[in-house]
């Protein structure tokens, strides 16, 4: 579910329009920042129902992650903002999800990842980091 403010409202132009129609609300977050998808089961009237969401901050998927249980994660994902021809987002899967250890310093941030078949350790600006003892894996995407 998205949820947008009044001041949020994006006008059409009026040849894009259908009668009656004046605007649309928009989600409106730095588009320079990674985005997640998060894919997850839920319970509803008894059966398993895959739920995705779209999450903004890194400091909010950690949120999530700590109320769902792992065992109904099934997949998260990466999308990033590309500035070359072609599409405009990337998305990678992540095959494995962490928190920095203490030891760490926190300018690497809260998340560390590895994507898809990627051998490094990643931060959030996808800088390769060296291995550190003390990380917590949060997730670990099923083979």
Aim: with cysteine; hydrophobic share 45%; proline share 10%.
């Amino acid at each position: 579910m998205f949820i947008t403010a009044p001041g949020l409202v994006q006008h059409f132009h009026p040849s894009q329009v259908a009668p009656r129609q004046s605007h649309w609300q928009a989600i409106t977050l730095s588009m320079e920042r990674p985005w997640y998808l998060l894919v997850y089961d839920v319970s509803y009237r008894g059966k398993k129902v895959s739920q995705t969401s779209l999450v903004a901050w890194d400091s909010t998927l950690l949120d999530m992650l700590a109320q769902i249980p792992v065992a109904n994660l099934t997949g998260i994902a990466r999308l990033d903002r590309r500035r070359d021809s072609g599409p405009s987002w990337s998305l990678s899967w992540i095959g494995a999800l962490w928190a920095p250890a203490p030891c760490e310093a926190p300018s690497v941030g809260p998340l560390l990842f590895k994507l898809d078949d990627d051998p490094h350790v990643r931060n959030a600006l996808l800088l390769p980091m060296p291995a550190a003892p003390g990380r917590r894996l949060l997730y670990k995407a099923s083979a």
